[in-house]
């Protein structure tokens, strides 16, 4: 039986995946009320349901782990935890939060576990999708769950039959003609390209088989924590956009593994002067 600082690691995952759809009612039941939004940066932007949420997991999460550390969008420096770490939750409370402000639906919570030197579980629940939302889970070496029922990735093995997703940066100064240089080399060719606003729930769709790549730069640990996991369960593949090991920090690359080996040839390119 796996175990998480001596508890049963199901048990865990079962109690967290239960407090996270919690929070996905206080998102729910925010969503026709205004929000009071506050800005980070010009673009980047925060809620009094960022803030609500957040408090609301670190308080459950407590409970279920005592003693374990947290690192959280709202209340941490964006630096990944290291290796010989002890546990610690990596919390986005409302990823997507753009998104939230002008209600589409594209919005997540993402709550990891690190422990052990890496993410040991993971949970995605889109609140906002379907009737009843849409919450998907991993645990290390269990597979990827969606509402309970196991999911694996795409079968596509060409290039042109692969969806692909990415994400863009808050700060573009400095950064945009790398973006678009990006967008360049994929949107040819591949079936298509999109943006849909939350790094976490695009992980959890590359889980699903919906996408079949996502790649992204300059992404928090608590963006992409539980959909790394999500991704690696179902089947796919993570690493840098050159095909290294990812680490936090890096441009992250994942796919259904088929497609893999072309999108670094496409994207390692970039990582070095262009």
Request: with cysteine; hydrophobic share 45%.
């Given at each position: ?5 001596g ?7 079962e109690?967290?995946?239960?407090l ?9 039941g ?23 949420v ?6 459950g ?8 550390g ?44 690190w ?11 889109g ?14 070496g ?49 079936q ?43 089947g ?25 080996p ?13």
């Amino acid at each position: 039986m796996k175990k998480i600082a001596g508890l049963d690691a199901a048990a865990v995952l079962e109690a967290c995946v239960r407090l996270v759809r919690e929070s996905g009612d206080m998102i729910r039941g925010r969503w026709s009320a205004p929000s009071r939004v506050t800005h980070k940066g010009v673009i980047d932007l925060v809620t009094d349901t960022d803030l609500a949420v957040e408090a609301f997991l670190k308080e459950g999460l407590a409970r279920i782990l005592p003693g374990a550390g947290f690192l959280a969008e709202e209340s941490s420096a964006p630096v990944g935890p290291a290796r010989d770490a002890p546990p610690c939750w990596i919390i986005d409370p409302v990823d997507g939060t753009t998104n939230f402000v002008h209600r589409l639906p594209q919005v997540s919570t993402s709550v990891a576990l690190w422990a052990e030197g890496q993410i040991q579980l993971g949970v995605v629940n889109g609140p906002m999708l379907g009737a009843a939302g849409e919450c998907f889970s991993a645990l290390r070496g269990g597979g990827a769950f969606l509402n309970g029922r196991r999911v694996g990735v795409s079968s596509a093995s060409a290039l042109t039959d692969a969806l692909a997703c990415t994400g863009f940066p808050y700060e573009l100064d400095g950064r945009l003609d790398l973006v678009l240089e990006r967008l360049r080399r994929v949107l040819p060719a591949t079936q298509g390209l999109r943006r849909l606003g939350s790094a976490a729930l695009d992980l959890a769709f590359v889980a699903a088989g919906r996408l079949d790549v996502f790649y992204e730069d300059w992404l928090k640990p608590w963006d992409l924590a539980a959909g790394w996991l999500l991704v690696e369960e179902a089947g796919g593949a993570v690493s840098g956009l050159d095909g290294a090991p990812f680490r936090f920090g890096d441009a992250l690359l994942a796919t259904n593994g088929r497609v893999h080996p072309a999108m670094v040839e496409l994207l390692a390119p970039t990582l070095g002067p262009l």
